[in-house]
């Protein structure tokens, strides 16, 4: 990247960093169950509500039981179950049809990212009738207050029940974007683990190596606070404690806890401290092949942590030590570079792989043009990357032609 360039980034992101202690950031309020829901409902005298699912969630039966103690506390329920992932315009539009047609008051989104972020950027065309998706996408373009909105995640995850952003696909465009301000923050999040128990081992995985993501790149970038930095070791030590347990033995009620705990913290730090590269192409990646976002960003990780280099060796020790794979007096470079190994490592416990099937090398320059404008100048990574330079990670990623174990 040219200097002209990197020094517009990195004037641009000073600028966010000295605005965080000013700016709106809340975190939502947390309940632990399901059933406190109603209870909360009638507290703040609302009796309308759209539930915002996808139908494999619904069809799984794991709304079910929320349905029935709304319905038989007398609330009037709607429900839009065709959220289907990577969430496009056309549902969201579709869904806000049916939040106008049953005067709805207030948002559930139950599910993985999909369906929380349908949930949000409803709320985002309900804020803002006359406005398109497109118009709300990109930083503080919403500002208006959305309907009060409950973010149930069923997996541990995406952090979505914590963050500013729902990213949303163009189904016209192929186009993946992110509408990113205060108002999307939900006001509750329900950590309730029986949410999670009947997903499977690859979407386990998956989603809580993303936990992880967030958190990581949320810590190594520029733009960190103290209170962050505090949530994201929180979240991987979580992480590196209790992944492989919930893959392995999706009954272990414990470990699923933790990782709902720990995908709240991940998203509590990158909603303040922004993620990072892996994100980017990951993004670049999905919108294009509609790849699962998790699995996705899980590959790309320890590529772009090498990538780095020693500039954030001190910030991979501090992680090391999180994962529980070095100690205070481990030798920097040794605690970085066990921290990037436990990476691939989880990774492998965990049935992920280190390379991406499906990728067309025609595509790349386009992709990577897509990831460098979604990451430059708003992440503050540590390490200023172009198009052109980003490119190495999709080879990195390729079946064929990878360079990596
Ligand atoms: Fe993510």
Known sequence: MNILNKA???????????????????NPHILNQVDQIPDLLRKKNIKRLMLVTDPS?????????????????????????????????????????LYLEKECEALIGFGGGSSMDTAKAVGALIARPNSTLEDLGGILRVWLRTPYTIAIPTTAGTGSETTVAAVILDDE??????????????????????????LPPRITAGT????????????????????TRREALRAVRLVFRNLERAVKNGNDMKARRAMLR??????????VSYVGYAH?????????????????????????????????YPQLKALAIAA???????EEALAAQSFIKAVWELNRRIGIGTKLKGIKREDIPMMARMAA?????????????????????????????????
């Not at 709240?264 to 990158?270: I, K, N, Q, V």
């Open 324 to 330: 529980g794979v070095a100690h205070m007096d481990t």
């Open 8 to 26: 517009f980034c990195r004037v641009f992101q000073f600028g966010f960093k000295v605005a965080i202690p000013v700016l709106p950031y809340r």
């Open 57 to 97: 969630i619904r069809g799984l039966g794991i709304t079910k039981h929320l349905e029935d103690i709304l319905k038989e506390q007398g609330f009037a329920l709607s429900v839009y179950d065709k959220v289907q992932p990577n969430p496009t315009v056309s549902t969201v539009e579709e869904a806000r049809q």
């Open 373 to 405: 404008a979604e990451g430059n100048p708003v992440y503050p990574v540590p390490v200023l990357m172009d198009a052109k330079a980003l490119e190495r990670f999709y080879y990195d990623v390729l079946e064929e032609g990878g360079t990596r174990p």
């Open 173 to 198: 465009t192929g186009h993946k974007y992110a509408l990113m301000d205060f108002p999307l923050i939900p006001d509750v999040a329900v950590l309730d683990p029986e949410t999670t128990r009947t």
């Open 280 to 312: 980017a192409v990951s993004h670049s990646l999905s919108g294009k092949y509609n790849m699962p976002h998790g699995e996705t960003t899980a590959v790309l990780l320890p590529y772009v942590l090498e990538a780095y280099g020693t500039k954030i």
């Open 208 to 227: 809580g190596m993303d936990t992880l993501a967030h958190a990581v790149e949320a810590y190594i970038g520029n733009s960190t606070t103290k209170q």
């Open 262 to 271: 720990a995908s709240y913290l991940g998203g509590c730090a990158f909603t």
